[in-house]
C-alpha cells in the first residue's frame, strides 16, 4: 500500500509539474497536503498493526486504494492532454511535394516553365531534381509566379509546367481554371522531407498580455497537416485578443485582396497566394498590410473544424442564407443544405456553411461575415464546457489537423483567460466580448497580359484599413481608447453595435496595377505618375487619328498604351493620348 501510493503520488505530482503557469500556489497547497497524508497514513497503518486494529486497518487501506486510484487517473488525463497539446506545435520536419505536368492533350514535351526562386522548394528544388532523377533535357523557362507559369501552359508558350503539389486546389477556385483537375495531367512527381524554418517563435511569454493569432483556413479533404509546407489557404483571420478585458477583434481579409505579397519581392497578388510561399510568407504579408506583430499563428486543416464541432456536440449559429455546399470530402451526391435563420449546427453543417460563398450576395465577403459568426459560437461554447473529459475530447479531435507556435505553457497558461470567463458567467456577464471588423472593398479588374484576359480581384478603401487598424492597436493597448463625451441616440431606431471599418468607401487604394485613365484629366495621370515615379508622356490626337475617342471631352484622355489592371511592374513609362480639335 505504501508502493501503491508513492507511485501514484509520484506520477501526479510530475503531471501537476507539467501544468506551468497554472494555479501555481494551489498546486503547492495540493502537493503539500497529498505528501503530508503519505506520512499520515504510514504511521497509522503502522498503528492499527500494531494494535491489531483490523476495521480501521481495513478502512485507512480502502482509503488509500481510492486516493492512490484518483491520483493515477489524473496523471493519466493530464499526461494525455499534455501530450495532444505537443502535437499541436510546430513540426520539425515537412513533406514538401512538386509535380511536372502538362495540358491533358500533351503528346510530348519540349519547353518547360519553372520558377525564377532557387529558395521555393516546390516550384525550383524539387523541380531540379525531377530533371536531374529523370535525366530530362528540356528547355526551360523561368518565370516569377505559378500564375505566370499555369498561364503560359494554358496558352501553349509551354508544353509543361513545374508546379507546387497544392496546384488543384489553389487554381480551381480561379476564373478560367476551375477545371483545372482534369485539364492538366502529372507527368513526374517528387516529394522531399526538410527540416522547419521556426516561423515566428521568439515569444515566450505567457498569454497574460494583449496579443495577436493568425488563423489559418486550409481547404482540404485530408486528415493531418503539415507546418511550413505550401498550402491552399482559404481563411485569413487576423484575430487580437486582450486577456486582462476579455475582448477580441476579429478581421476577416478577402481572399482575393489585391496587396504586395512579401515573398513575391513585395510585387501586388492576390493574398491567398502568400500561401505558396508558407506560413512565414503570410505572416509578413499581414504584418506589412496592417502595421501589427503577429505573434502568433493557428493552420487548422478545415477537415478538423468538422471534428471540433462535434466535439462540442454542436453549435448554435445565425444562418444568414439558404444554401446547399458539398460535404467535406467534396461528394456531390452528398449535399449539405441549410434554410436560413438561427439554428444548432453539427460538424458538416458548419463546415459547409464555412465554406459555402457561389450563391452569396456578395460571394466571399458574406462567407467570412458567416465564419466570424462560426468562430464567435464555437469561442462562448468552448466556455460552456465543465469536466476533463470534455476538455480532453477536444484536444484530441483538432490535434491531428492543427499546428500553431504556441508552446505547451503558452496554451497551458489560456487556463487562466478560460478562468476569468467562467467567472463572467457565473456574475451573469458576458464571457467574451467580440468585435467583427469588416474591410469596406470594390472590384477590381486585373489584366494578364500573357492570356490577354481580365480576372477579377479587390481592391480596398485606406480609411477602412486604417479605422480597423485602429480598433486592433486600441484592444493590443498600442493606442489609447478614445473616450465618448456625447452620445444620442433615437428611440425609433435600433442600435446598432459599430463595425470597425464598416462604412468608410474614401480613400481607394488601387494597388500594383495600372488605372484606367480614359476619361480623366491630364493632371490626373501626371500626379499618378510622379506618385509612382512613372514617366507620363502626352500624345495629343485630332479626330483623324486612331485614337481618337468621339465619346470624350476634349482635353482629356482618350486612350492609353497600356491596359488598364496591368501589372505595374517593370512599367518605367506610360503614354496616354488627349482628345484635341483639329487647327
Aim: charged share 20%.
Amino acid at each position: 500500500m505504501i508502493v501503491l501510493f508513492f507511485v501514484s503520488a509520484i506520477s501526479f505530482t510530475i503531471s501537476l509539474l507539467h501544468l506551468n503557469g497554472i494555479e501555481t500556489n494551489l498546486r503547492i497547497i495540493i502537493l503539500f497536503l497529498i505528501y503530508l497524508y503519505g506520512f499520515y497514513f504510514i504511521w497509522r497503518t503502522y498503528h492499527y498493526i500494531v494494535n491489531k486494529n483490523k476495521i480501521k486497518y481495513i478502512i485507512i487501506i480502502i482509503i488509500n486504494i481510492i486516493i492512490s486510484c484518483i491520483l493515477l487517473l489524473t496523471f493519466y488525463f493530464i499526461d494525455i492532454i499534455y501530450g495532444e497539446i505537443g502535437n499541436m506545435g510546430e513540426s520539425d520536419k515537412s513533406i514538401y511535394t512538386g509535380y511536372l505536368i502538362t495540358l491533358k492533350d500533351t503528346e510530348s514535351i519540349d519547353s518547360v516553365g519553372i520558377i525564377n526562386n532557387k529558395e521555393d522548394i516546390e516550384g525550383y528544388v524539387i523541380a531540379n531534381e525531377i530533371i536531374k532523377d529523370h535525366k530530362l533535357q528540356y528547355d526551360l523557362e523561368y518565370y516569377d509566379t505559378y500564375e505566370e507559369i499555369i498561364d503560359a501552359l494554358y496558352t501553349n508558350k509551354i508544353t509543361g509546367a513545374f508546379v507546387q503539389g497544392s496546384y488543384v486546389s489553389y487554381f480551381n477556385k480561379e476564373e478560367g481554371y476551375e477545371k483545372i483537375a482534369s485539364e492538366t495531367k502529372i507527368v513526374y512527381k517528387k516529394s522531399i522531407e526538410r527540416e522547419n524554418e521556426i516561423v515566428n517563435n521568439n515569444n515566450d511569454k505567457l498569454l497574460t498580455e494583449p496579443f495577436t493569432i493568425l488563423l489559418m483556413g486550409v481547404d482540404s479533404t485530408l486528415n493531418g497537416i503539415d507546418t511550413n509546407s505550401a498550402f491552399n489557404g482559404d481563411t485569413l483571420m487576423m484575430i487580437t485578443f486582450n486577456p486582462k478585458t476579455l475582448n477580441a477583434t476579429i478581421f476577416s481579409i478577402p481572399r482575393d485582396l489585391y496587396i504586395p505579397i512579401s515573398c513575391r519581392k513585395g510585387n501586388p497578388a492576390k493574398i491567398n497566394s502568400s500561401t505558396v510561399g508558407g506560413i512565414s510568407c503570410v505572416i509578413k504579408t499581414i504584418k506589412d498590410l496592417t502595421d501589427i506583430d503577429i505573434d502568433y499563428y493557428a493552420k487548422i486543416n478545415f477537415k478538423g473544424v468538422v471534428d471540433l464541432v462535434e466535439a462540442l456536440k454542436g453549435i448554435d449559429v445565425e444562418v444568414t442564407y439558404p444554401f446547399c455546399e458539398q460535404d467535406s470530402n467534396r461528394n456531390i451526391f452528398n449535399q449539405i443544405c441549410l434554410e436560413k435563420g438561427f439554428q444548432h449546427l453539427n460538424g458538416e453543417e458548419t463546415l459547409a456553411y464555412a465554406r459555402h460563398r457561389h450563391s452569396l450576395p456578395t460571394g466571399d465577403l458574406q462567407r467570412i461575415q458567416n465564419q466570424q459568426l462560426i468562430v464567435e459560437a464555437i469561442g462562448k461554447k468552448l466556455v460552456s464546457l465543465n469536466t476533463v473529459t470534455d476538455f480532453r475530447e477536444i484536444i484530441s479531435s483538432i490535434s491531428n489537423n492543427i499546428t500553431t507556435n504556441l508552446s505547451r505553457n503558452q496554451i497551458l497558461s489560456s487556463y487562466n483567460i478560460l478562468k476569468d470567463m467562467v467567472v463572467n458567467v457565473i456574475s451573469d456577464r458576458d464571457a467574451l466580448v467580440i468585435e467583427k471588423a469588416y474591410l469596406e472593398v470594390y472590384d477590381m479588374q486585373v489584366y494578364n497580359e500573357g492570356r490577354g484576359t481580365y480576372s477579377s480581384a479587390l481592391g480596398y478603401y485606406k480609411d477602412s484599413l486604417k479605422d480597423i487598424i485602429k480598433s486592433m492597436k486600441r484592444n493590443l493597448e498600442i493606442e489609447d481608447k478614445e473616450i465618448i463625451k456625447d452620445f444620442s441616440f433615437d428611440a425609433n431606431t435600433p442600435y446598432e453595435l459599430k463595425v470597425a471599418g464598416k462604412g468608410l468607401k474614401t480613400g481607394a487604394e488601387n494597388v500594383g496595377v495600372i488605372p484606367n485613365f480614359i476619361g480623366k484629366s491630364v493632371s490626373e495621370v501626371e500626379d499618378w505618375g510622379n506618385n509612382n515615379n512613372i514617366t507620363i508622356n502626352k500624345e495629343y490626337v485630332t479626330e483623324l487619328d486612331s485614337y481618337y475617342n468621339p465619346e470624350i471631352a476634349i482635353g482629356l484622355v482618350s486612350y492609353q498604351n497600356i491596359k488598364a489592371g496591368s501589372s505595374l511592374n517593370n512599367i518605367k513609362s506610360l503614354t496616354i493620348y488627349i482628345n484635341t480639335v483639329n487647327e
